[in-house]
């Protein structure tokens, strides 16, 4: 334990020697200003409603609840207006490309979802929905995607949701 102690900073040492400093200190500052962010969460008195947030805070999780019933989102960055959208653990994710309107009911979700995958890249203008692990569903409709770096003004993913 010892050994590997005094090898870390060694190592550390070396580094700092070599100069680079800076990048480990931006590195440890970055990691710092996500844990402050804590958990997005966005509570609903109905069943409705639209959010916008920094996909690349929190590592990428939004809560969404109405009280009865939470979601726990996840997100991360793809291509230009896609974004990829994972499950939760122990629940499902249902995407089919090309799907943008919010079914009636859960018996349509069954006939057009397709719910085979872990992560889904999700195209602007598309629903895609999440199943929790009790079973509930939320379906996101995908309103906007932003990356700064793709020319954007800031880091964001923006969309409706309807909880059934």
């Known amino acids: 334990m010892k050994q590997g102690f005094i090898m870390l900073f060694c190592s550390l040492c070396a580094l700092a020697l070599a100069g680079g400093t800076s990048e480990i200190a931006a590195r440890i500052k970055a990691r710092e200003s996500i844990r402050q962010v804590g958990e997005f969460t966005k509570k609903v008195d109905g069943n409705t409603g639209r959010v916008k947030f920094n996909h690349r805070l929190n590592n990428g999780k939004f809560v969404i609840t109405n009280g009865a019933k939470t979601f726990v989102t996840s997100w991360s960055g793809c291509i230009t207006d896609k974004i990829w959208a994972y499950k ?3 629940g499902l994710i249902g995407y089919t490309e090309g799907y943008g309107i919010f079914p009636k009911d859960l018996e349509e979700f069954e006939k057009v979802m ?4 872990r992560a889904v890249a999700v195209n602007k203008g598309d629903v895609v929905l999440f199943v929790n692990k009790a079973g509930d569903f939320l ?3 995908l309103l906007s995607v932003k990356y700064v770096d793709r020319g954007d003004d800031e880091y964001s993913v923006e969309f409706e949701f309807k909880i059934y």
């Open 139 to 141: 379906a996101v409709h």
């Open 114 to 117: 397709d719910f085979s995958n």
């Open 88 to 90: 939760e653990d122990g």
